[in-house]
């Protein structure tokens, strides 16, 4: 089977790419009638173009390929919730990030598209600082978005095959724009690597049956890296990185702060994608393969991430898994707003006893030593420059108190603050500092409620609903 995303000459470009491209997509469904497990490892050899500038994650799909073939573990019986708002396809917000969309792609301004927007273009677009980065990597990074939602979404992507030639253009330009404008060894290069491979990874993900029981591979770190490269963390991550110089080039501290962002949206959707018995969702796959619910281990891990970050002026992994959160309770089709506006913490507020630091895997992604305090999650306190920690707490709410476009998000409900943050965006195509306050606030100060989420005493009381498994 050939598919040019696999292929060797990917990188090269040609006139026919785009259309080869395009193939991959329509060629889907017919795929699907007849994949077998053990195919996917025969899409990677020694020829295969991606790969070839992130070399840290180039092994990654085909080793998380090999492991499915293998004797799969049976989740344990870990009690995680599923009670929650129903998930929903393509729901738009309002209008303002159909300008962001448009500076690549030719829409009419209708309700689906401006959700096209929002959900695909703006799940970069929003996550990342436009007015610092290349501008051509940006909007090429949010095609790449959209191309992988060709996969992502396939059960319901309802008009977007209206777009999908001009989808698989704007990759094309996207790969002859980093190859002609940025050094061989430049980590823009590196960027669109990993976003190519994210794409490889949703196309062989979508090739798969839904699942009707949670089984999973041995390997942990394999599914969490996994778990960034198909999720598209792990570029976004890279592309954060660099906002803010001198870069910190360890590739430890990028698994370490795409992990900890990515958790901001896994975490949200944990009901959800329990419900669907879908494995690739990092509180799922702690808690499975430690057999205890993975809440204390994964938060002690954020917040380890983000005290480092503090300590060490890394202020771009504090806008980053700030942005994530932000995007993410914004995003319509994820009811992450209702859902968190609507738990209940238990009466007796009893502390889970899962010790912290249980995961060997999450220990070893650790950027600091384990906390004398494991059970204490004051990020404060983790924090050894708590000076630091103070002024950007002081800045966040002097802002709040200021500023005509975030004014109150401090006070605000969860879906109070969702037209405060949709204005941040609309800030954001000529400044960014709207957005990174919002951000940099969420994680200092507003993350009590999102540890809830996984809680199974915690109690959801919001509108509830059947809804379909294809969504997730």
Same mark, same amino acid.
């Given at each position: 089977?050939?598919?040019?995303?696999?292929?060797?000459?990917?990188?090269?470009?040609?006139?026919?790419?785009?259309?080869?491209?395009?193939?991959?997509?329509?060629?889907?469904?017919?795929?699907?009638?007849?994949?077998?497990?053990?195919?996917?490892?025969?899409?990677?050899?020694?020829?295969?173009?991606?790969?070839?500038?992130?070399?840290?994650?180039?092994?990654?799909?085909?080793?998380?390929?090999?492991?499915?073939?293998?004797?799969?573990?049976?989740?344990? &019986?870990? !009690? *995680?919730?599923?009670?929650?708002?129903?998930? +929903?396809? =393509?729901?738009?917000?309002?209008?303002?990030?159909? /300008? %962001?969309?448009?500076?690549?792609?030719?829409?009419?301004?209708?309700?689906?598209?401006?959700?096209?927007?929002?959900?695909?273009?703006?799940?970069?677009?929003?996550?990342?600082?436009?007015?610092?980065?290349?501008?051509?990597?940006?909007?090429?990074?949010? &095609?790449? !978005? *959209?191309?992988?939602?060709?996969?992502?979404? +396939?059960? =319901?992507?309802?008009?977007?095959?209206?777009?999908? /030639? %001009?989808?698989?253009?704007?990759?094309?330009?996207?790969?002859?724009?980093?190859?002609?404008?940025?050094?061989?060894?430049?980590?823009?290069?590196?960027?669109?690597?990993?976003?190519?491979?994210?794409?490889?990874?949703?196309?062989?993900?979508?090739?798969? &049956?839904? !699942?009707?029981?949670?089984?999973?591979?041995?390997?942990?770190?394999?599914?969490?890296?996994?778990?960034?490269?198909?999720? %598209?963390?792990?570029?976004?991550?890279?592309?954060?990185?660099?906002?803010?110089?001198?870069?910190?080039?360890?590739?430890?501290?990028?698994?370490?702060?795409?992990?900890?962002?990515?958790?901001?949206?896994?975490?949200?959707?944990?009901?959800?994608?329990?419900?669907?018995?879908?494995?690739?969702?990092?509180?799922?796959?702690?808690?499975?393969?430690?057999?205890?619910?993975?809440?204390?281990?994964?938060?002690?891990?954020?917040?380890?991430?983000?005290?480092?970050?503090?300590?060490?002026?890394?202020?771009?992994?504090?806008?980053?898994?700030?942005?994530?959160?932000?995007?993410?309770?914004?995003?319509?089709?994820?009811?992450?707003?209702?859902?968190?506006?609507?738990?209940?913490?238990?009466?007796?507020?009893?502390?889970?006893?899962?010790?912290?630091?249980?995961?060997?895997?999450?220990?070893?992604?650790?950027?600091?030593?384990?906390?004398?305090?494991?059970?204490?999650?004051?990020?404060?306190?983790?924090?050894?420059?708590?000076?630091?920690?103070?002024?950007?707490?002081?800045?966040?709410?002097?802002?709040?108190?200021?500023?005509?476009?975030?004014?109150?998000?401090?006070?605000?409900?969860?879906?109070?603050?969702?037209?405060?943050?949709?204005?941040?965006?609309?800030?954001?195509?000529?400044?960014?500092?709207?957005?990174?306050?919002?951000?940099?606030?969420?994680?200092?100060?507003?993350?009590?409620?999102?540890?809830?989420?996984?809680?199974?005493?915690?109690?959801?009381?919001?509108?509830?609903?059947?809804?379909?498994?294809?969504?997730?």
């Amino acid at each position: 089977m050939e598919l040019a995303l696999f292929s060797p000459d990917l990188y090269q470009a040609h006139k026919e790419a785009a259309g080869h491209l395009t193939s991959d997509i329509k060629l889907l469904t017919e795929i699907r009638k007849t994949w077998q497990l053990d195919m996917a490892s025969r899409m990677f050899d020694s020829y295969n173009a991606v790969g070839s500038y992130d070399t840290h994650m180039s092994s990654v799909i085909a080793k998380e390929s090999v492991a499915w073939t293998r004797k799969l573990r049976s989740f344990p &019986s870990v !009690s *995680l919730p599923t009670v929650s708002p129903p998930r +929903l396809g =393509f729901i738009a917000r309002g209008t303002t990030l159909m /300008e %962001a969309m448009a500076k690549s792609y030719t829409v009419p301004n209708l309700p689906f598209w401006n959700a096209v927007a929002e959900q695909i273009y703006g799940y970069v677009w929003c996550l990342l600082d436009n007015n610092v980065l290349c501008q051509r990597c940006v909007h090429g990074a949010c &095609s790449s !978005s *959209l191309f992988g939602t060709y996969c992502d979404y +396939l059960h =319901f992507y309802e008009q977007l095959p209206q777009v999908l /030639e %001009a989808c698989a253009q704007r990759m094309i330009e996207y790969i002859q724009h980093v190859h002609h404008d940025h050094a061989a060894d430049s980590k823009e290069r590196m960027v669109m690597d990993a976003w190519l491979m994210s794409i490889q990874a949703v196309y062989l993900d979508v090739l798969h &049956s839904k !699942s009707e029981h949670l089984q999973f591979p041995d390997d942990e770190l394999g599914s969490i890296q996994y778990r960034l490269v198909n999720s %598209a963390a792990r570029p976004l991550a890279l592309q954060a990185w660099l906002e803010q110089m001198p870069l910190i080039d360890d590739n430890d501290i990028m698994d370490a702060v795409a992990f900890a962002a990515f958790v901001m949206h896994d975490i949200c959707d944990c009901r959800h994608d329990k419900a669907a018995n879908e494995y690739y969702n990092l509180m799922i796959i702690i808690s499975g393969h430690n057999g205890v619910l993975g809440v204390n281990m994964i938060r002690r891990f954020c917040i380890d991430v983000w005290a480092w970050a503090i300590d060490n002026g890394a202020f771009w992994a504090i806008h980053f898994g700030g942005r994530f959160l932000a995007w993410q309770t914004f995003a319509a089709r994820y009811q992450t707003a209702i859902l968190l506006d609507n738990l209940v913490a238990p009466e007796d507020n009893n502390q889970s006893k899962v010790e912290p630091y249980g995961d060997q895997v999450l220990n070893g992604l650790n950027p600091l030593p384990p906390s004398p305090e494991p059970f204490n999650f004051d990020l404060r306190f983790r924090c050894q420059n708590t000076a630091r920690y103070d002024s950007l707490l002081q800045e966040c709410l002097a802002h709040f108190e200021s500023c005509d476009t975030c004014h109150g998000y401090d006070t605000a409900t969860w879906q109070e603050r969702v037209p405060l943050t949709e204005a941040s965006y609309q800030k954001k195509y000529t400044d960014c500092t709207c957005t990174n306050v919002i951000a940099t606030y969420l994680i200092l100060a507003s993350m009590d409620q999102i540890w809830l989420v996984p809680d199974p005493s915690a109690k959801y009381t919001g509108p509830s609903g059947d809804w379909s498994p294809m969504l997730c």
